[in-house]
C-alpha cells in the first residue's frame, strides 16, 4: 500500500482514541474547559452512564460566536501559541484536540454567550462535520450537550461497561477534579438523580471531607510542608487517613499538581511507602495530597489525557512527599479504638449467674481461665530498641497476659490490649532497621558449613541477591542445583535460637519471588522475616521482666502501633466504652 496523508476525519478518530477512553474521558476535558474559563459553578447531567448523553455546563467566560468553528477543529486552542509555552503549562487544557477528538466520535452540540453579551451562539458537529453557527438562548457561560458517543465507532462502543459502572467513573473523575479546586461548586446529575452536590468553600479541608464522605470520620491527618527546590519554592498540602481506613483500590490516594487532578506513579509510592508496615500489603492509604510548584520543574506534555507528568526532579518531589507524610503519621496516635457492644440485660442473666454462683459454692470444678496477673516494676535499665526516653514515668503496673498471647494493661485513656509477638516483632524491626543503617549486621562464621535445601530459583538468587545477604551477615554458596551452604549467619538470629535451616529458604525463595528490583524495599522484606522469627511467639509465657521491657519498648519505637505488615500491636478500649457498656455514661 503506497504512502498517503490520512483524511482529517480519520486523523481526529485516531486521536480521540487517546483522549477519549470513555465518557469519564469526555467528561474530564470538557470540566478541565470550564475551569480554564473561570467557571465558579459546573454542573454534569448524565444519561445512559454517559453513553446516551453528557451535558456540562458552565458559568465561565464562554466563546465568541466567531471563534465556535475553531472550537471543534483540531489542534486549536487559546492555551498556548509558542513553543516555548509547553516548558511552563499553568493551564488543563492545551493541546487543541480534546473537542474535535470528541466531535468525530459523538452529536456535539456547543452552546455559549460571553460575559457581557445580550445573546448566546450555537455550533452542532456530528462526527466530525460542523454545522453553521446560529443564534440561540442561553445563560452567560457554555453548555456542551454530547450524544450518542461512539455512534459511528461501534467496535468502541462494545468494549463500555455496564451504564452504573460508567457512572462510577464519571463520579471518581468530577471528585478528584473537585479536589482540586475547593473555590468552585460541583454538581452530578444522573438519569434525573442527584449524585453530587459540592458547595464551593474557602476551606480545602472541608472539600476534603465532603468528597471522602463520612466513612474517614474523625480519622483524617492535615500534611503540609513548604521546601525550596533549585531556587523554586514547593508547597504541599493534603488530608490522608488513618491506617485503618486504608482501601484496596489505587484510587483512594487523589493528588493535584498546580490545580490539575494527576495519576503519578513517583507520588503514590512516596505516599504508600511513608505508610509501609502500617498498614497491610497491597492497600492504599485514603487521601488527597496537592503540590503547587514552577511549572518549569514538572511536564505535563506527556500524554494526551495530560494525567501523566513527569517531574524534573523526581526524587526530590519522591522525599518530600514522604517525609511530610511520615512526619503526619508519627505524630499521631495510631492505637485503633475498640467499640463496645452495649448489651442488653435480661432477667436470665441473672439466673444464670446465681446458677453458676451456686454451683461453686457446692464445689462444682471450673477450669482456671489461662490468664496470670502480675505486677511489674519498671526497671532502671529496660532493654530498648533506641534511646529514646519513656513517654511517660511509671513505678509499677498490673498486667495480665491472657493465653499467653496478649498483655492487658491500663493506660490514660482506658484499658490497653498488646498482641505480645505483633509488638516485639515491630521492635525487632527497628532493632535490626537501626543496626543495619550504621553497618551490616554482626555476623557468626560457621565452623562447619550448614547444608541447607533450597528449590532451584532460590538456589540461583543467592549469587545475585550477595550484596544484599552481606548487609545481613548471611554468606551463602552454591552447593548443588537444589541446596546452598550456609558459611557465615547472623549473630542476631543465632541468639534468639533461630537456625539456619529455617530461615535461610524461605528467606531466598522471597527473593526469587520479587527479583532484583528496589534493593530498600527488598531489604526491609527481609528484615521484616527476620523479625518475624525472632520475636516471642503466641503462646509464649512471659516473666514480669520480659513483659515490663516489652511495654517499655512499645513506648520507645517507632510505628509501634503497627507490627511490620501493617496489623495493629494493640487496641485500646476507652474509658468512654467501659462506662457506657456498664451503664454508667
Known sequence: MPIRILDRRLVDQIAAGEVVERPASVVKELVENALDAGATRVVVTVEGGGADRITVADDGSGIPAEELPLAVASHATSKICRVEDLAAIGTMGFRGEALASIASVARVSITSRVRGSDAAARIEVEGGEARDVAPAAGAPGTAVEVRQLFFNVPARRKFLRSAATELGRIEETIEALALCRPGVAFRLEAEGRMRLDLASTADPARRVRDVLGAASGDGMLTVQADVDLGGSPVALWGMVGMPSLARGASRAMRFSLNGRAVLDRTLLHAAKEAYRGLMEPGRTPLGFLAIEIDPALVDVNVHPAKTEVRFRQQ??????????????????????????????????????????????????????????????????????????????????????????SYLVVEDRDGI?????????????????????????????????????????????????????????????????????????????????????????????????????????????????????????KAGDRLSAAEIDGLLDLRERIERSSSCPHGRPTSLRISMRDLERSFGRA
Open 315 to 404: 526524587q526530590s518531589v519522591h522525599g518530600l512527599v514522604l517525609r511530610a507524610v511520615r512526619e503526619s503519621l508519627r505524630a499521631a496516635d495510631l492505637v485503633p479504638a475498640f467499640e463496645l457492644a452495649r448489651p442488653a440485660v435480661h432477667a436470665s442473666d441473672f439466673s444464670e449467674f446465681a446458677a453458676l454462683a451456686t454451683a461453686q459454692a457446692a464445689g462444682a470444678a471450673h477450669p482456671a481461665p489461662p490468664v496470670v496477673l502480675v505486677e511489674t516494676r519498671a526497671p532502671a535499665a529496660a532493654a530498648t530498641a533506641t534511646d529514646a526516653p519513656l513517654h511517660a514515668n511509671r513505678t509499677a503496673r498490673r498486667v495480665m497476659q491472657v493465653h499467653g
Open 416 to 536: 490497653l490490649v498488646v498482641d505480645q509477638h505483633a509488638l516485639h516483632e515491630r521492635a525487632m524491626f527497628e532493632t535490626l532497621s537501626a543496626r543495619i543503617a550504621a553497618a551490616p549486621l554482626e555476623s557468626q562464621p560457621m565452623l562447619v558449613p550448614v547444608p541447607v535445601e533450597v528449590d532451584a530459583r532460590a538456589a540461583e538468587a543467592a549469587e545475585e541477591a550477595r550484596p544484599l545477604l552481606g548487609r545481613l551477615g548471611i554468606e551463602v554458596v552454591p552447593g548443588g542445583p537444589r541446596s546452598v551452604l550456609v558459611h557465615a549467619y547472623p549473630t542476631f538470629l543465632s541468639s534468639r535460637g533461630v537456625e539456619p535451616a529455617d530461615f535461610v529458604p524461605g528467606l531466598l525463595s522471597r527473593i526469587a519471588e520479587d527479583g532484583p528490583g528496589d534493593m530498600e524495599s527488598a531489604l526491609s522484606d527481609v528484615l521484616d522475616m527476620m523479625a518475624c522469627k525472632a520475636a516471642v
